[in-house]
């Protein structure tokens, strides 16, 4: 039950962050990131591995961008954020 209550405020957390403007996404955007492993490591074990993939499919959907953006600084290029 405790798993599914922190999937719920996960869920709710990112959604507040993605109405923020751009430019105050960062460190929230970050620390959702940061524990979206933990999470989904926790739904494999507790509901299985296809509800984990499920998951990280949600997951690349809803931050799309912030993942193109830190794949592009990986690469050494330099993107431009929008006003």
Same mark, same amino acid.
């Given at each position: 039950?405790?798993?599914? #209550?922190?999937? +719920? =405020?996960?869920?709710? @957390?990112? /959604?507040? %962050?993605?109405?923020?403007? !751009?430019?105050? $996404? #960062?460190?929230? +955007? =970050?620390?959702?990131? @940061?524990? /979206?492993? %933990?999470?989904?490591?926790? !739904?494999?074990? $507790?509901?299985?591995?296809?509800?984990?993939?499920?998951?990280? /499919?949600?997951?690349?959907?809803?931050?799309?961008?912030?993942?193109?953006?830190?794949?592009?600084?990986?690469?050494?290029?330099?993107?431009?954020?929008?006003?």
């Amino acid at each position: 039950m405790t798993l599914l #209550f922190l999937s +719920v =405020a996960w869920v709710f @957390a990112s /959604a507040g %962050v993605a109405m923020l403007p !751009i430019r105050q $996404q #960062f460190i929230p +955007v =970050a620390l959702l990131l @940061a524990l /979206a492993p %933990v999470l989904l490591v926790l !739904i494999a074990l $507790q509901v299985g591995w296809f509800m984990s993939l499920l998951g990280i /499919a949600a997951l690349v959907s809803m931050f799309r961008n912030p993942l193109m953006f830190i794949l592009a600084k990986l690469r050494g290029q330099n993107p431009q954020l929008p006003q």
